[in-house]
């Protein structure tokens, strides 16, 4: 199985302050690989896919980076709806498995 | 406009069976695989298993293989996963998701698009 390891797990954090969040696989996963925004109580929203592709509606602070083994979630000018709880999940094989998620609090 | 709805949540004694669903609508249904994920108290995102609603081929994560079973009746265009004997630490947040496919830099790229809006389950004796 792929496991997926991100970093940090918790990271505080201001209005404005350029964030990155990683997400390091077990074994290579080319760029199979799509970040998760969740708030309490919600489904997650799909932020990005193939690594940097950004899904339509996502606001362009949002940028994804990275292949094989190792990718990054960055957040240029952090806003007071983006803190949350962020996942990477890789899709190369079977079975499907998510980071542990990283938790975005205001400083 | 693409949905996912789930039914709603459910209060269930250890040992007693569970069958929750997901109904899916705003798409061609057969055409895209529906996964389960799970989401424990306080916890991260597990994902569980999926079905092609086209065929009913499943693929299970060994974690929950022999725990659930997925199943699908395309006929109306709903997901179910079921227990048949719950325990207390089946007591989670399940959301179903659709599975898309898009080409970029000319490879498929799958990921999961839209997600029900969660069933909580809570087995308590």
């Known amino acids: 199985d792929i496991q997926l390891t991100q970093s940090p797990s918790f990271l505080s954090a201001s209005v404005g302050d350029r964030v990155t969040i990683t997400c390091r696989a077990s074994?290579?996963?080319?760029?199979?690989l799509a970040w998760y925004q969740q708030k309490p109580g919600k489904a997650p929203k799909l932020l990005i896919y193939?690594?940097?592709t950004l899904q339509s509606g996502v606001p362009s602070r949002f940028s994804g980076s990275g292949s094989g083994t190792g990718f990054a979630l960055t957040i240029s000018s952090l806003q007071p709806e983006d803190f949350a709880t962020y996942y990477c999940l890789q899709l190369n094989s079977y079975p499907l498995t998510f980071g542990g998620g990283t938790k975005v609090e205001i400083k | 406009e693409v949905q996912l709805v789930q039914s709603g949540a459910e209060v269930k004694k250890p040992g007693e069976s569970l069958k929750i669903s997901c109904k899916a609508s705003g798409y061609i249904y057969g055409t895209y695989w529906i996964a389960w994920v799970r989401q424990m108290p306080g916890k991260g995102l597990e994902w569980m298993g999926i079905?092609?609603?086209?065929?009913?081929?499943?693929k299970y994560s060994p974690s929950f293989q022999g725990q659930v079973t997925i199943s699908v009746d395309k006929s109306i265009t709903t997901a179910y996963l079921q227990w048949s004997s719950l325990k207390a630490s089946d007591t989670a947040m399940y959301f179903c998701v659709r599975r898309r496919g898009t080409l970029v830099r000319g490879s498929l790229s799958y990921y999961f698009d839209y997600w029900g809006q969660g069933t909580l389950v809570t087995v308590s004796s």
């Open positions: 193939a690594a940097s």
């Open positions: 079905i092609y609603p086209g065929d009913s081929d499943t």
């Open positions: 074994q290579g996963i080319s760029s199979y």
